[in-house]
């Protein structure tokens, strides 16, 4: 079977290698910069929610959370119906990193289809999602303290 991990590791990291360097002008620090992302696009969001959608574990989270936060780019409010939930929301001054944040992605993008067709571009598409889908039902069920059977 061929190793397709490693490969995605090496992309995964290539590209956070870059982003990190980029994105020191804006003084977003290691990774941060998916957290501010996905709590713009998803105003209220709370934690353990974005725990999920990223796969990361709660502590990495809250720090990430608590830095930017310090930092000014986002707030949190206590929900209406759960006060323990906190509502995580963009600050403007982290609006205002969204619109330079998403240039970086889409260039990234484009740099790494270059050459694809619009057919194997939708064809990875469809089977990124389908191995993001085998992987997150691993994560959860390791998460929910059990153990894979090598």
């Known amino acids: 079977m061929k190793d397709i991990?490693?490969?995605i590791g090496v992309i995964s990291r290539?590209?956070?290698?870059?982003?990190?360097?980029?994105f020191k002008e804006i003084d977003l620090a290691k990774g941060q910069f998916v957290y501010l992302v996905r709590i713009y696009e998803n105003p209220g969001i709370i934690q353990e929610?974005?725990?999920e959608m990223l796969k990361i574990d709660r502590a990495t989270?809250?720090?990430?959370i608590s830095n930017l936060e310090k930092n000014g780019l986002i707030i949190k409010k206590s929900g209406e119906n759960n006060k323990k939930n906190k509502l995580l929301f963009a600050t403007d001054k982290g609006e205002a990193l969204y619109p330079f944040i998403i240039r970086e992605n889409e260039y990234s993008n484009a740099v790494a289809l270059k050459d694809f067709s619009?057919?194997?571009i939708r064809a990875l598409t469809d089977m990124l999602k389908r191995v993001k889908e085998n992987i997150s039902n691993d994560w959860s069920y390791v998460k929910k303290?059990?153990?894979?059977?090598?």
Request: without cysteine; aromatic residues 4%; proline residues 0%.
């Open 5 to 7: 991990l490693r490969d």
């Open 49 to 51: 929610q974005l725990v």
């Open 14 to 22: 290539a590209l956070d290698s870059i982003s990190n360097i980029e």
């Open 61 to 64: 989270a809250s720090r990430a």
């Open 145 to 150: 303290g059990n153990k894979r059977i090598y």
């Open 118 to 120: 619009e057919e194997e």
